[in-house]
């Protein structure tokens, strides 16, 4: 079925973006100082306005006559397919900022490469996603790069990010046999290329910001599959509360 | 939250092609390309501009309110400086 593996791809991406914009909300009125606090929920309501425009072309793949709404709040936590990367707490603002940055080197290419899909609709949400993403990247890459090479603590702290961090990057590059359908109609890009891109990036900013490289392999991975880690329970409540409270209620 | 405060930035924005960028407000930011980034953010939310620019408050060199007196008052009796005593000739249009 080649609309189900579109749909379950398209929901990955979505869940992607919904659950690290809840993330990076919880910072609005504790951000570290007044104008990085409006910077982080910008990128917030820009990750979840694209995960508005994925779900309604979800919510059109999967033709049970769902809304954007349903698919966002009313799954229990095994149908969400987003990466354990983006349910991971904030933890200090660098935890955030390398968080936000290993997600951000990861979907500039991979929007970059679905701009050229004959899917119509996702083509079209990359080329919408893809300037926004491209100032996330911007943005964290400055403040790794400041808090690598800025104060013994500001580097301290952001290498443990990025050492507490690298066990989650791998998932980024998961893929399935439903993605492999995918790849061979030529609709989505093989993560391999955007995996090849994503190390260059991390590489280049890292050393620039005189941080290392971890040389473990931890990997730790589920989330593709509906396995999440003990986290995602409790972000679930926060973000259904209202709808499970009023059911069909809208803003 | 830091003890210690970034440098403040005045903040200048041109709404559109042809006009003046103005000045908007000021931040605070380590250097001049967050300064640039955290005016974006700012206030440029709501499609207020097309270009930025910033200043750093401290080179900014004003006027003291105290010289007001000798500065700017001495103007306002000179309306000869405005251009009302001459008599524009017939065959000059569009003025």
Redesign the interface.
Known sequence: MQDQALFEYVLRLADDSLILGQRLGEWCGHGPILEEDIALTNISLDLIGQAISLYDLAAELEGAGKNHDQLAYLRFENEYKNVLLVEQPNGDFAMTILRQFFFDAFRLPLYEALMQSPVSQLAAIAAKSVKETRYHLKHTSEWVIRMGDGTDESHERAQAAIDHLWRYTSELFYEDNKDEQLQALEQVPSLKGIQANWMETVKTVLYEATLAIPTNNWKFEGGREGRHSEHMGYILADLQYMQRAYPNMEW | ??TTQ?PLWEVFIRSKQGLNHKHVGS?????A??AL??A???YT?RSEGISIWVVESANIHATDIDDADSFFEPSDTKIYRHPTFYEVPDGVKHM
Request: proline share 6%; glycine share 0%.
């Open positions: 939250m830091s970034w931040l605070r930011a380590p250097d390309t967050l980034e955290n974006r953010d700012v939310r």
